[in-house]
């Protein structure tokens, strides 16, 4: 009986212990810098939002936090260091969905297991812009689609697995082209390569194409997501010429090391979320053409689950791989 006792007390003893650790450290978060790992080249949306947000908490709490690009196999690199990183805080993915909602299904083998990351905030989402060369002499997605099926033409993306790499092989399938993936390594060198002519055109992400369009540079066709671009509401979408399944958004996300504490996992993400609700920050998302979601939890993951299901059906019937 007292040896029970004892036991017992022990036991509620380490409980408290551990309650009571965890609850300092979901108190006094954040108490030193906190890096937040961008998956891509810098300039790209992903980054100019993360370092937006990261001045924001900086001015609340009075702590650094710094953005450090780690781009490379298509996002994984940057995840794999946040997926092996402490489960404290101090270390946080910032990226697009492709992580877990594409990456899975075209490479052989991944650096971390699913589980070994947790999303944090889904942001946003937007849509993509279908853009070419003038020297194409196309003016609409039915004059491209007209001699994409009819010869090849390259087609630039932000790197393989990225959202355009995706895209390119959608319309293959579904609209029968002949479009010829050549990935670089992010956005901003893949809008250029479209400028210089180097290949005939790109769907990429619209705050970097859209300068182009209106320098004359680029030609835009159409942007993909459901509705119109608050940017530019003059460019059709996708459905509106007549491709509904050509239809295709990225979604924002910054995620933890899979076993984060949760209530540490609901004070971050509850201090992104309020910093997000800012005007200054609405404004800015209204400017990298994303429309606000602010997602956590539970509706976080049935969102990246719900998204990795369908990427996956188009996938498999394009037989999309990466080495």
Request: hydrophobic share 40%; proline share 7%; no cysteine.
């Given at each position: 009986?007292?040896?029970?006792?004892?036991?017992?007390?022990?036991?509620?003893?380490?409980?408290?212990?551990?309650?009571?650790?965890?609850?300092?450290?979901?108190?006094?978060?954040?108490?030193?810098?906190?890096?937040?790992?961008?998956?891509?080249?810098?300039?790209?949306?992903?980054?100019?939002?993360?370092?937006?947000?990261?001045?924001?908490?900086?001015?609340?709490?009075?702590?650094?936090?710094?953005?450090?690009?780690?781009?490379?196999?298509?996002?994984?690199?940057?995840?794999?260091?946040?997926?092996?990183?402490?489960?404290?805080?101090?270390?946080?993915?910032?990226?697009?969905?492709?992580?877990?909602?594409?990456?899975?299904?075209?490479?052989?083998?991944?650096?971390?297991?699913?589980?070994?990351?947790?999303?944090?905030?889904?942001?946003?989402?937007?849509?993509?812009?279908?853009?070419?060369?003038?020297?194409?002499?196309?003016?609409?997605?039915?004059?491209?689609?007209?001699?994409?099926?009819?010869?090849?033409?390259n087609f630039s993306?932000?790197?393989?697995?990225?959202?355009?790499?995706?895209?390119?092989?959608?319309?293959?399938?579904?609209?029968?082209?002949?479009?010829?993936?050549?990935?670089?390594?992010?956005?901003?060198?893949?809008?250029?390569?479209?400028?210089?002519?180097?290949?005939?055109?790109?769907?990429?992400?619209?705050?970097?194409?859209?300068?182009?369009?209106?320098?004359?540079?680029?030609?835009?066709?159409?942007?993909?997501?459901?509705?119109?671009?608050?940017?530019?509401?003059?460019?059709?979408?996708?459905?509106?010429?007549?491709?509904?399944?050509?239809?295709?958004?990225?979604?924002?996300?910054?995620?933890?090391?899979?076993?984060?504490?949760?209530?540490?996992?609901q004070t971050m993400?509850?201090?992104?979320?309020?910093?997000?609700?800012?005007?200054?920050?609405?404004?800015?998302?209204?400017?990298?053409?994303?429309?606000?979601?602010?997602?956590?939890?539970?509706?976080?993951?049935?969102?990246?689950?719900?998204?990795?299901?369908?990427?996956?059906?188009?996938?498999?019937?394009?037989?999309m791989k990466v080495?």
């Open positions: 009986m007292h040896t029970s006792f004892l036991r017992a007390l022990l036991v509620g003893s380490l409980s408290l212990l551990v309650n009571s650790a965890t609850m300092a450290q979901n108190a006094t978060w954040p108490s030193k810098p906190v890096k937040f790992v961008n998956s891509w080249p810098a300039g790209g949306p992903s980054d100019v939002l993360a370092r937006a947000v990261g001045d924001v908490l900086q001015k609340q709490f009075g702590q650094a936090f710094v953005v450090d690009n780690k781009p490379g196999a298509a996002g994984s690199v940057g995840a794999d260091l946040v997926a092996k990183s402490m489960p404290d805080g101090y270390s946080l993915l910032w990226g697009i969905d492709t992580t877990h909602t594409i990456n899975p299904h075209i490479y052989k083998s991944m650096p971390f297991k699913e589980a070994d990351l947790k999303p944090l905030v889904v942001i946003s989402n937007s849509g993509l812009l279908l853009g070419v060369h003038p020297s194409t002499g196309y003016k609409t997605v039915k004059d491209f689609m007209q001699a994409a099926r009819e010869r090849s033409l993306s932000g790197g393989n697995g990225s959202p355009g790499h995706l895209w390119v092989n959608m319309s293959n399938v579904s609209a029968a082209t002949r479009l010829v993936h050549v990935p670089y390594r992010g956005n901003s060198p893949a809008v250029m390569a479209v400028v210089s002519g180097e290949v005939e055109g790109g769907t990429l992400a619209t705050p970097g194409m859209l300068p182009q369009v209106k320098g004359g540079k680029v030609t835009a066709l159409a942007v993909t997501s459901r509705k119109r671009s608050r940017l530019a509401p003059e460019i059709p979408t996708v459905a509106e010429a007549g491709f509904k399944d050509l239809e295709s958004e990225v979604l924002y996300v910054v995620m933890a090391p899979g076993n984060t504490p949760e209530p540490l996992m993400a509850k201090a992104i979320t309020d910093a997000l609700l800012r005007p200054e920050l609405q404004a800015r998302l209204n400017d990298l053409d994303m429309a606000y979601e602010g997602l956590t939890g539970t509706a976080a993951n049935a969102r990246l689950k719900k998204l990795s299901d369908q990427y996956g059906r188009v996938i498999r019937a394009t037989g080495d």
